[in-house]
């Protein structure tokens, strides 16, 4: 997806922002699976802990929650299994859309985007997405120290390590804190050197995306937010604007494949 990283800040950031929320507000199965098929035609980027997820909450839903009426077997009903399920597959597809946010907009993009009218967040939210990656290499790498160093039970060895990993991301946001501070970041305006440039494709990109997610929004209000899995499912039987607003959705995923084959 190179040009689709090539896009504009504003470009990328909209794009994430309007998908993040429709798979948040979206419940209705056939979205969501819609949605998870959609997101891996995307990225292709399935992990095997995101399996492991999806089956923890499938199974422990229905433990928890005894509603419904179709009852499988002692106290599991097939409501709460297939709200386990479905409820699993959202938390996968906002896992997947964030790691393939953290993969395009890196801090540059925040700080061009919010250091001129919200400078703290735009250095708060570039420092998160900074230190997460790194604070994942940082622990693998005293991990695999503690591990061939240090002799004691393995509980205490995590302890170690987890207190050296703490220590290690407070001092680096204090270095990277006073640094900004000491530039005076956030207290004047200023510009600084990017390569950024708004060209006309990315303001067709936003209107088309913004189109397309307003038209998404005003279907899930409307035909998508009135669906119940308990006590009984009900699957209502789709019409033609019902299929063409699950094309929408799939259209609103994968537009950075039909930007790459444009391009």
């Known amino acids: 997806m190179k ?33 998870f098929i959609s997101i891996l035609l995307l990225t292709k980027d399935l992990k095997k802990y995101d399996l492991i997820i999806l089956l923890l909450i499938t199974i422990s839903n229905p433990l928890f929650v005894h509603r419904g009426n179709t009852i499988l077997f002692s106290f599991i009903t097939l409501e709460s299994l297939i709200y386990g ?10 896992l997947i859309l964030f790691r393939l946010m953290n ?9 061009y985007l919010f250091s001129n009218r919200f400078p703290t967040l735009g250095l708060l939210i570039s420092m998160i997405f900074f230190l997460i990656p790194r604070f994942i290499e940082h622990y693998q790498i005293i991990n695999t120290c503690q591990k061939q160093f240090y002799e004691g039970h393995m509980i205490q060895r995590l302890l170690n390590t987890f207190s050296i990993e703490v220590t290690w991301a407070f001092e680096t946001s204090l270095d990277m804190l006073n640094s900004m501070k000491a530039r005076f970041y956030g207290k004047h305006k200023r510009t ?10 990315d ?17 899930y209000m409307i035909r998508w937010s009135h669906f119940y899995y308990y006590p009984t499912m009900i699957l209502d039987i789709f019409n033609l604007i019902d299929y063409i607003n699950i094309l929408l959705y799939i259209l609103m995923i994968t537009l950075p494949m039909l930007w790459e084959v444009k391009e």
């Not at 993969?103 to 700080?111: A, D, G, Q, R, T």
């Open 3 to 35: 040009s689709f990283q090539r896009s504009h800040p504003s470009s990328l950031f909209i794009y994430f922002v309007i998908n993040l929320i429709l798979v948040m507000i979206q419940s209705h199965p056939v979205i969501v699976i819609v949605q």
């Open 103 to 111: 993969k395009v907009l890196h801090s540059e993009h925040y700080i």
């Open 203 to 219: 303001m067709i990109h936003i209107i088309v995306m913004i189109c397309i997610g307003i038209i998404c929004f005003i279907s």
């Open 192 to 201: 600084y050197f990017h390569l950024f440039v708004f060209r006309n494709k």
């Open 85 to 94: 399920l479905i409820f699993g597959l959202k938390v996968i597809n906002m």
